[in-house]
């Protein structure tokens, strides 16, 4: 028998629909016999009926499968092949369900199911890859427990679970844990392991393992070093331990996203593992460190306790987030990494909520599940945690988790059983706090003030506009951290959170003989646009003296914001009050050279184009990008004196290490260069570029001598340097992109995808190259619409060969209605060009349409 598995044709899957497996799955044994053309994967499945389930077809999911044979209680049949999987009759008891399939890893371009990277082989399983693999029913409420056999020449086979009998060709595993299909693992291929030790609180002996391929060993040290750190903050804050005999980490070259987090054995992206000082920044350390916790960290908010369905991703995405958050703000700088987050959500998450793509934390319908992987299932999902937090209290919170895991471990949970956990632990009721996963868009909430005979008040009022699909909300529960300070500077409230769960609520403090000044909405407790009319002197004195350094960063970044707006707008000059602010808060050696890098920053391009729209203008691209460069012209010019001894402070002494510390201080240095570098004409930075000894340095200069027209001897030099280092050259493909004139970008984005070394198969490449152009404000939106049509050209060559990083790079137009008539007609044709591709793949033509609004 052989039967080629057709293709799902799309279908709208809705949350309201949710039915249980009629079937439990009593344990799996799988037999891979490996072969990059024609690989056999041989199922034995025992299957019970599930009491809990009404009557129904016994369907198992399978895509591009060739059948080649199957059975039930050894006795052969003939399944019917329909839409997305087949049907079988079944007797009406407990059977065994038998069946071979083969499949070409190959040829499996969209790496998803099992695929080959380099000659290795590897899987990528959630959402739906386990179908591409068996037939089975590929939906996390159906959890078994799996043994493997692999069956193969190469030297290392790895699966889930503990490690079996070995022996000349093949390789035994038993994963004791039942799991979801999307948490199955295959890893076979020439490797090498960096190994560690950890022992568990309780005495449990765990054997640590990365596995790279050749030569890659010396870039492993910070990976296991983050993965030891990650075990033992889990069990020291939310007291989970590890529960394996091994854990497994496997660097692969061509993979998606940033990594996996099959039960025992992660599978990560080499750019989220990979680490030295000469090849990574401290950014890429940094990521580095949180990925891996946040792998792990699913082993039990995602692998013990997983997702009843795939609406429920939030469930484990954004708690798991949320904790990757407090793990490196423990490691590193509670601030910094508050700060840096809440930069990201504003970049990432608040144009998808303000689109056509915009959806509840927990939507409720999809055609493809893995264009929900999103930064508000992820980021948002996660604010939404931090807020119950603050709600109910950090003791409250630890006691609803330790009851969470209790009642659920074992559990495929829903986002009610998470707040039925909060409910019965502290008694409060969260059907208000609910709406967050069910309303899209972003909350406004605006505030007033008044002071009458020594009582402070603010008036709150808050609106959630209309989102596609959604009009008409109801008031949420938004907590508001606010703190209030006397004239003095001198803080009079500390920080107090107000429960707004009204759509007008008004707060009173009494017995202040001045008015003071309110810090609102500190360390950002909510995930909203506060709307609020203060005056720059108002900024001025809480960027002076904010006791919270969340608010203290963010009246600057208003400050910053307001004047660019009125250069663009208007066409003055930067603001120098603001300027002076800013100096003094630069010169305070006390604060952290982190922080105040931070503070160098203010608000892109793109989120200026979004506030312009906000308030009725429509936004310019190139007087965005001219307004932001003589600002950076006017402060370095100004900054003369002050630039030197900042560039001087942010001396690192010491051996490099990619700590918060030196970090902090290169980043400030980075800022510092990128101004001093107008006035020399990138002297200093050529000085960087000669001596550094680390990565951070090293592209820190390269960036700024190309920006200073300087580049192209450095760019040639750094490619005969690099040119072996996959993950080296993804940056300077980058790089040469961003730090280019508008003018010029596109066309070198153009040449470096002809460029021998680019290649459509890697998403790593693919990414760097075309997500640096899409991500260059100006050089993307260029008035003649290059950028937009460069970008288009790729992705419809790209969809062929990988739908699920075509689909994920289309959201860039997502905030194409901003811009004036002519731009969005070029991003029309383009995207309608996409829609028209024979054969677009399921994941782009969702993408596309949501975008076009159609
Ligand atoms: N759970 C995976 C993401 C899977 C994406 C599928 N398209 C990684 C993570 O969030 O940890
Ligand atoms: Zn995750």
Known sequence: MKDQAP????????????????????DVHLTFRL??????????????????????????????????????????????????????????????????????????????GLYMSNGMYCTQCEAEGFRKITYYPDRPDVMSVFTVRIEGAEPVKLSNGNPGASGEGFAEWHDPWPKPAYLFALVAGELVNFPGKFVTRSGRDVDLNIWVRPGDEGKCSFGMQALKDSMKWDEDVY?????????????????????????????????????????STDANFERIEAIIAHEYFHNWTGNRITCRDWFQLCLKEGLTVYRDSQFTSDLRSAPVKRISDVIDLRARQFPEDQGPLSHPVRPESFQEINNFYTATVYEKGAEVIGMLKLLVGDEAYYKALDLYFDRHDGDAATIEDWLKVFEDATGRDLSQFKLWYSQSGTP??????????????????QHSPDTPNQSGKAPQVIPIAVGLLNPNGDEVLPTTVLELDQAEQTFEFGGFAAKPTSSILRGFSAPVVLERDTSPQEKAFLLAHDTDSFNRWEANRDLARECLVSMIL?????????????????RDETLDPAYRALMMGGPGAAELAQILHERGHTPDPEAIYDAGESLAQFKAERWVDLLPRLAAEAQVTEAYAPNAEQSGKRALGGAVLSLLSRLDGGAAAKAQYDAADNMTLQLSALVQLVKA????????????????????MDKWFGLQISALPPAEAVERADALTRHADFTMTNPNRFRATLGALSGYHAAFHRKDGAGYRLLTDKLIALDDLNPQTTARMCSVFQTWKRYDAARQALVREQLERIKAKPKLSRDTDEMVSRILGV
């Open 7 to 26: 293709q799902a044709t799309p279908q709208t899957v809705y949350l309201k629909d949710y039915t249980p497996f009629g079937w439990t799955v009593e």
């Open 35 to 112: 072969a990059p053309e024609a690989t056999r994967v041989l199922a034995s499945i025992h299957f019970a009926p599930n009491p809990a389930a009404p009557a129904q077809d016994f369907f198992l999911h399978g895509e591009e499968l060739t059948l080649i044979r199957a059975a039930i209680d050894g006795v052969e049949v003939a399944p019917q092949m329909v839409d997305g999987g087949l049907k079988v009759a079944v007797p009406a008891g407990p059977f065994l369900w038998e069946c071979e399939v083969e499949i070409a890893p190959v040829r499996n371009t969209a790496l998803e």
């Open 239 to 279: 007291g989970r331990e590890y529960d394996l005999d091994v854990f497994n980490i496997v660097a692969v070259d061509d993979f998606n996203m940033g990594a996996m987090e099959n039960k025992g054995l992660n599978i990560f992206n080499s750019s989220c593992v990979l680490a030295s000082r000469e090849t």
């Open 444 to 461: 406004r909430v605006k505030v007033s003030e008044t002071f009458v005979n020594g009582t402070y008040s603010l008036t709150f009022t």
């Open 570 to 586: 208007d066409g003055t000059g930067p603001d120098t009050a603001w300027l002076d602010g800013l100096e003094a808060v630069l």
């Open 709 to 728: 027209g300087k580049g192209d001897a450095v760019l040639a030099a750094f490619y005969d340097q690099w040119r072996h280092d996959r993950l080296v």
